[in-house]
């Protein structure tokens, strides 16, 4: 679960793959998460840690979060966009379960983008959409 969390974590800031199925939104995410680890060079262990939901200090990690990122769409000119990360949901969005409900995951895209994540480096701003999103998803329940 946390490992496709961090997939949508990682295309939910996108509207490139918005009129997509939940099947080819995932081939995309998952093609784009093969793509940025070969480019990025981030180790088994790193991805390991942000399975685990660590939020990286290093620079590899933090540069491979931006690839899937700017891959998928999802950072355009190092910021988040809620209405891209809306319509990338509604292909899955009736087959979130219960207790992921569609407004907990509402509440925590607008208190991330309220935060203007945005720093001059987008490894660092993407580190920081990564953490944000684990930090609200505790808040509303979503990972402990």
Do not use: W
């Amino acid at each position: 679960m946390n490992t496709y969390l961090i997939f949508l974590v990682s295309a939910v800031f996108t509207t490139t793959f918005a009129e997509l199925s939940e099947e080819e939104l995932s081939t995309k995410v998952y093609g784009a998460f093969e793509t940025c680890r070969t480019k990025s060079g981030v180790t088994p262990e790193q991805l390991n840690n942000l399975s685990n939901m660590q939020v990286p200090n290093d620079k590899v990690p933090q540069c491979f979060i931006a690839c899937i990122f700017n891959t998928v769409g999802v950072m355009k000119n190092n910021t988040f966009s809620k209405d891209a990360i809306i319509d990338l949901l509604n292909p899955i969005k009736d087959n979130i379960e219960e207790e992921f409900s569609f407004k907990k995951i509402e509440n925590i895209i607008d208190s991330c983008i309220s935060e203007h994540l945005e720093s001059s480096d987008e490894c660092v701003t993407a580190t920081n959409g990564m953490e944000c999103a684990i930090k609200y998803a505790k808040k509303e329940g979503l990972l402990q």
